[in-house]
């Protein structure tokens, strides 16, 4: 079974712009996540899709979205990117169930100049 | 909200000895603890997880206990080796219909041939 697919691997931008990521999950999972990783904060929680509706957010400005589509493809996009914007977006995904395991693509490297 | 706290930030260890990673969590509702392993530019990896209604769980070196009135939880590496250098993560999760992942800051192991 192929595992989960983030594209591009790496984006650089300019302050200002928009970006839109990636995130194909296991086949047959419905619940794709997305962390955000930095060296100053670590890994933290952005929000959470289930069958095309988010089921949870974390505490990011609404400048971060995201969306599922039917596939359970998901995708998630900045808009106004700042310099702090610059790190290491992961998608995890799961069967959804409360304690299932969440599986984690190999992430979008994002650099904002 | 959740919060988990890891230590050591740093641990070096000589090849063949045991390796120990200690995480305490806030939310006693939290009922899922997951570790994860994150190798240089890849996404993390889950090494093991353990859930509430158990106290400890072993596969093969690695282990995980779990004290829930204490509200903390371990990794115990045993039998070191350079390939176990990484940085480890613990995750805690109230798991109630979804699961949202809280992790520690993370713990560079660095095994000494």
């Known amino acids: 079974k192929a595992g989960v697919t983030q594209t591009p691997r790496y984006l650089i931008k300019t302050r200002g712009q928009q970006v839109t990521l990636s995130c194909s999950p296991i086949s047959g999972h419905r619940s794709v996540s997305w962390y955000q990783q930095t060296p100053g904060q670590g890994l933290q929680f952005l929000f959470e899709?289930?069958?095309?509706?988010?089921?949870n957010k974390g505490n990011f400005p609404g400048r971060f979205s995201g969306r599922q589509f039917s596939n359970s493809r998901s995708e998630m996009n900045v808009s106004t990117l700042e310099l702090g914007d610059s790190a290491l977006y992961l998608c995890?995904?799961?069967?959804?169930?409360?304690?299932?395991?969440?599986?984690f693509g190999p992430g979008t490297r994002l650099t904002v100049l | 909200g959740e919060n988990v706290e890891q230590h050591p930030s740093t641990l070096s260890v000589q090849e063949g000895d045991s390796a120990v990673i200690k995480c305490t969590y806030s939310?006693?509702?939290?009922?899922?603890f997951p570790w994860y392993k994150q190798e240089l530019g890849k996404g993390p990896q889950l090494i093991i997880d353990?859930?509430?209604?158990?106290g400890e769980k072993k596969d093969q070196r690695i282990a995980v206990t779990l004290n829930k009135t204490a509200k903390h939880f371990s990794l115990h590496i045993t039998e070191t080796q350079p390939e176990d250098s990484a940085v480890y993560f613990c995750?805690?999760?109230?798991?109630?219909?979804?699961?949202?992942?809280?992790f520690g800051k993370g713990t560079m192991l660095l095994v000494s041939p």
């Open positions: 939310d006693s509702a939290s009922n899922y």
């Open positions: 899709y289930f069958s095309e509706t988010q089921r």
């Open positions: 995890a995904s799961s069967n959804g169930g409360a304690t299932d395991t969440q599986y």
């Open positions: 995750a805690a999760s109230r798991g109630r219909g979804y699961s949202t992942l809280t």
């Open positions: 353990i859930r509430s209604n158990v």
